[in-house]
């Protein structure tokens, strides 16, 4: 009983955690950033969902829509307001490029969540569910909302490996990934790639968000925290690399389940964080990265 | 004219009120925890996320020498920053095998394990509500800055010093080419873990100092993730691998912070926001836009 | 400030749109620091506490024919700011009192400086009982500290006195499990709820700690499940939403109770989508509840002022302006020893009971007396988007009622 338990209740968990660190990884992957400010989009998806659902009364499907809309534009902003003028500065030399990307989506982070924190005060706020109630899972009483999450998500992994995989756009990001240089030679714009990239991006990390607020909860305080769970995981994957990250965040899911309901709630996070640090220590790449 | 810009700070007490000197004094010790972040960071080419472990370190470890073992403020600065010493060279080590966002995330977690060791052991840190410590430094803000500024000057000079040395240069040599470096027949090894301590050592002697100007000891003063965020930009804003750039990084935040402080709640935001239009678009900081350096 | 300083604050001032205040006074007006978290619903309640106290005492002629000035400055919840902004008030505005804070570790940061400087200081939110042991374990040097809020000690007690009369009493519960954050504020709250719980007739099954950023809470809820008690006392207040909507869409069938800090903000109902029906808080007051005749002309003025409900420390801060507006005005002077014997002597009603100050000989010293005929606080239960109050019973608009998912014990 107890190991279903933890089973049903850990997979939600991982699931989430997947699905949050999948935008990040991605456009790692694809080029190169590491959007620091990625906790922060989360956070809008979910709290501007929040607003239009709730505060303003149009229903859970609308604020999602509106999460989602406000996060690929939140997405959209980041990478032509923080990220291109970065990677086009001539007097950022290349080497440094990616101190200097962290160091500018570290600030944009610090400015979302300010902003946020003014505009709705820094209360977490719950997203409401797409569907509510509760569905008895061999003998575990279940959130349907939560086995929603799970579809949701795997559907948008899903959409993402045929994305990448099935699709001319996906060549030509996978191609970006393997070789920027050889891309601009073939004559594809290489500006319109990583556009497509970043909605994506968005896209996903509206997905996560909603998903997120509807599960966890959300608030301007979350920012940090989300940002910071979602590096450890990709890290632990291996930068860039998609399924690494899913393994990873099962990994930590189940891990903190476990400690959570077999030793300790207070000492959640703790065995997560000592694994980190074990594993970058014997394989540094993490566990499925390249070199 | 370094110089002169010391010396009239120095004078400062003179004119200025206790307000604009606390300030300052603030600053002053953010400005070390820059300088000696740019040590490691903008020579040795080390992502370090976790300047508050070295700091907390230092901090803690000073704070408990005098509330719990009753040790002179003098010898408790010296046992917190010889703690800061330790945690830097065990920081070391994985830097030896790691670079880039992956040290970077060791140094994170290094952080957050050592703010849930503070909570743990409440017994003895005080745990999140903090730790107060009998004893400060001086309780008028005169005293309390120039002590602050005497020990900048003395952290920025030494620190000056052993970056343009040959350490430095060797420090730089392998950050961008360890191999190589390693070739000409330097020991990289002896040198990073060099450079780890002496920024350790500056840093936690920093921690220790603001807790005894604070009069506490917390979490959020000087292990939180969100004071180490502040220091890297301060350095990245000042100008990076100039050392002194870190001064002035941090010395800009914190004064701009305060006069931005009638528009309450945003300035954060407004800071936020003037620090990354600097990185964007004069990537060389603040330094970087001094007419002096332009032809350099 | 030096003149050059304040002219560039006023120029940024005014280039970014915000008027400094006006600074010219003709009698020389009483100034009192405020110290509070800006960007936090509690914070927030303290500078606008403290705002409608002192525009009302103003408008009644101010204090010895003084006006009441404030200086309100957002501490951002930090250790750092709020000391840089206490020495600031202290000695460059020269504020005659500091009131403020919701965070233990602001506060305790700020007590020995309030003992090193001299300055009176009244603590309107922080709960930790370190705050007037501190005052008690040195009361000659630290006798400038006021908590004038209750300790968790006598939160716990509230808890426990209310429980019995509605819980016990009513609904014939009798085994609870405690459950709260790991933080400082409950450590003496679990101490409090572990003593006097077995006492009310409420035996306490376990005491489950989590941490603050626990972000999934159903391992907690099935573990209690699985202990079958009739109800959980709560220890929140940095979690509040996320346990709360969780506990209603796992349908867990068991009572919540005790402090639920965030849920008496009237915000809840919409941060939780209305998962918290049927949830019992403790807390300073509930809407349209006198607890004296003080209470809803205060929550009237302040709904119409700032066009939301008072958080908690909206009534404490309130209370503590006034408490000190009349203080000076007994002591007739604003030395700093003459305002705290006058404090000391205080015996007034506010909006949350009878205010007294304990003695030096108590172990809370400063701290506010607890009773019945001095401030207990309220206990309160969301019902169908409204806070009802169910206990003093005295005060009470409503019996408690919980949704049908919770098991009650059968009546015997």
Redesign the interface.
């Known amino acids: 009983m107890l190991a279903l338990q933890i089973l049903i209740d850990g997979f939600a968990i991982s699931t989430l955690f997947a699905l949050g660190a999948l935008g990040f990884t991605l456009i790692f992957g694809v080029s190169g950033v590491?959007n620091l400010a990625h906790g922060g989009l989360l956070v809008i998806a979910a709290m501007i969902a929040w607003y239009v659902g709730t505060s303003l009364g149009y229903g859970a499907d609308w604020g999602a829509l509106a999460g989602l809309a406000a996060c690929v534009a939140a997405a959209l902003l980041t990478y032509l307001g923080?990220v291109r003028?970065?990677e086009r500065?001539r007097?950022?030399p290349a080497?440094?490029r990616?101190?200097?990307v962290?160091?500018?989506t570290?600030?944009?982070g610090?400015?979302i969540e300010?902003?946020l924190?003014?505009a709705f005060t820094n209360s977490p706020v719950t997203v409401k569910p797409l569907i509510g109630g509760t569905i008895d899972l061999f003998g575990v009483s279940t959130p349907i909302n939560e086995l929603l999450i799970a579809a949701i998500a795997w559907l948008a992994m899903g959409g993402l490996w045929l994305l990448v995989n099935r699709t001319r756009i996906g060549k030509r990001l996978l191609a970006a990934s393997i070789n920027p240089r050889g891309l601009t030679l073939l004559g594809f714009e290489l500006g319109t790639i990583y556009l497509i990239v970043w909605l994506v991006y968005g896209a996903l990390a509206g997905i996560a968000g909603v998903l997120l607020g509807s599960f966890l909860g959300s608030g301007s305080g979350y920012i940090?925290g989300l940002t910071?769970s979602a590096?450890?995981i990709v890290?632990l994957g291996g930068?860039g690399s998609v399924s690494g990250t899913l393994i990873a965040a099962y990994i930590v899911g189940y891990i903190e389940t476990v400690t959570a309901y077999l030793i300790s709630p207070s000492l959640r996070?703790?065995p997560a964080?000592?694994l980190?640090?074990v594993v970058?220590?014997v394989r540094?790449?993490?566990l499925l990265g390249r070199r | 004219m370094l110089a002169g810009i010391l010396v009239l700070l120095a004078l400062l007490p003179l004119?200025?009120?206790?307000?604009?000197l606390?300030?300052l004094t603030?600053a002053f010790y953010f400005a070390v925890f820059a300088m000696s972040w740019d040590l490691l960071?903008g020579y040795a080419g080390e992502?370090n996320f976790g300047p508050t472990f070295l700091i907390g370190l230092g901090a803690y470890g000073a704070g408990m020498a005098n509330a719990l073992l009753h040790a002179p403020v003098p010898l408790a600065i010296l046992i917190g920053a010889a703690a800061a010493v330790a945690g830097g060279v065990a920081l070391a080590i994985?830097a030896l095998?790691?670079s880039?966002?992956?040290l970077?995330?060791?140094t994170?977690?290094a952080v957050?394990?050592l703010q849930?060791a503070i909570?743990i052991f409440?017994g003895v840190t005080g745990?999140?509500?903090?730790l107060?410590v009998p004893d400060?430094l001086s309780?008028d803000?005169g005293p309390n800055y120039e002590y602050a500024l005497a020990f900048m000057a003395a952290s920025g000079l030494v620190l000056t010093v052993i970056a343009r040395s040959s350490l430095g240069m060797i420090l730089q040599a392998a950050g961008?080419d360890r191999i190589a470096a390693a070739a000409l027949g330097f020991n990289v090894t002896k040198h990073k873990i060099m450079a780890f301590a002496v920024s350790a050592l500056f840093s936690g002697l920093a921690g220790a100092f603001l807790v005894f100007y604070?009069?506490?000891a917390?979490?959020?003063?000087v292990v939180d993730?969100?004071i180490g965020?502040r220091v890297?930009?301060a350095a990245?804003l000042g100008g990076?691998r100039t050392i002194i750039g870190g001064a002035i990084g941090a010395i800009f935040l914190i004064v701009a912070g305060e006069?931005?402080?009638?528009?309450?709640?945003?300035s954060?935001?407004v800071v936020?926001?003037i620090?990354?239009t600097v990185?964007?678009?004069?990537?060389?900081g603040l330094l970087g836009l001094l007419p002096a350096r332009r032809g350099s | 400030?030096?003149k050059k300083?304040r002219l560039?604050?006023i120029a940024?001032?005014i280039a970014?749109g915000?008027l400094?205040m006006a600074f010219a006074h003709a009698a020389k007006p009483i100034k009192i620091g405020i110290t509070a978290e800006?960007?936090t619903i509690p914070g927030k309640a303290i500078a606008n506490g403290a705002i409608l106290a002192a525009d009302q005492i103003n408008a009644k002629g101010g204090v010895n024919g003084r006006k009441i000035k404030l200086i309100i400055?957002?501490d951002?919840?930090?250790?750092?700011d709020a000391?840089?902004s206490f020495?600031?008030m202290v000695?460059?505005d020269h504020a005659v009192a500091v009131v403020g804070t919701f965070v233990?570790?602001v506060a305790?940061?700020l007590?020995?400086?309030a003992a090193?400087?001299h300055e009176p200081y009244l603590i309107t939110g922080a709960a930790?009982n370190?705050l007037s042991e501190?005052v008690h374990a040195d009361y000659k040097q630290r006798q400038y500290i006021f908590h004038a809020y209750l300790p968790a000690a006598y939160l716990a007690q509230a808890v426990c006195d209310a429980s019995k009369q509605t819980l016990v009493d009513q609904f014939h519960m009798k085994t609870a499990v405690v459950m709260s954050e790991?933080?400082?504020w409950t450590?003496p709250l679990d101490a409090g709820y572990d003593k006097c719980l077995p006492k009310v007739g409420l035996k306490v099954l376990d005491n489950i700690r989590f941490a603050p950023n626990t972000s999934d809470f159903t391992p907690i809820y099935q573990k209690i499940e699985s202990l079958h008690p009739n109800v959980i006392i709560a220890g929140w207040a940095h979690v509040g939403v996320q346990p709360t909507v969780q506990w209603a869409e796992q349908k867990v069938p068991i009572a919540l109770a005790g402090i639920n800090a965030q849920a008496g903000s009237s915000v809840f109902w919409k941060a939780t989508n209305g998962a918290t029906e049927g949830v019992i808080t403790g807390s300073t007051s509930a809407p349209g509840v006198a607890i004296t005749p003080k209470t809803l002309p205060f929550t009237d003025a302040y709904q119409k002022k700032f066009g939301i409900s008072p958080a908690y420390t909206g009534y404490s801060t309130y209370d503590a302006i006034y408490a000190l507006a009349d203080a000076i005005g007994r002591a007739k002077s604003t030395k700093p020893l003459a305002i705290v014997d006058a404090l000391d002597k205080t015996n007034m009603i506010g909006t949350q009971g009878r205010l007294v100050f304990q003695g030096p000989k108590s172990k809370f010293t400063h701290a506010l007396k607890y009773g019945p005929k001095y401030v207990t606080g309220v206990a309160f239960q969301w019902q169908k988007g409204v806070q009802k109050c169910i206990w003093p019973l005295n005060l009470a608009n409503a019996k408690p009622v919980f949704p049908s998912f919770v098991k009650l014990p059968a009546k015997s």
């Open positions: 590491l923080v003028p970065i500065s007097a950022i080497r440094e990616e101190l200097f962290l160091t500018a570290l600030l944009w610090v400015m300010e902003a924190s003014y940090p910071g590096f450890t890290v930068l996070d703790v964080l000592i980190l640090v970058l220590y540094p790449q993490g | 004119g200025a009120n206790g307000y604009i606390g300030v603030t960071f992502v994985p095998r790691l880039g966002p992956y970077g995330l060791i994170l977690v957050l394990l849930q909570v409440a745990g999140e509500i903090g107060s400060v309780i803000s961008q604070l009069g506490t917390s979490v959020s003063a993730i969100a965020v890297i930009i990245v990076r006069l931005l402080r009638p528009i309450g709640q945003l954060t935001f936020a926001l620090a990354l990185i964007v678009l004069f990537p060389d | 400030m030096s300083g560039a604050v940024g001032g970014l915000v400094p800006l960007g400055e957002d951002h919840l930090s250790t750092t000391i840089r020495q600031r000695k460059q233990s570790e305790l940061a007590e020995p400086w090193r400087l930790a370190e501190y790991d933080a400082a450590k």
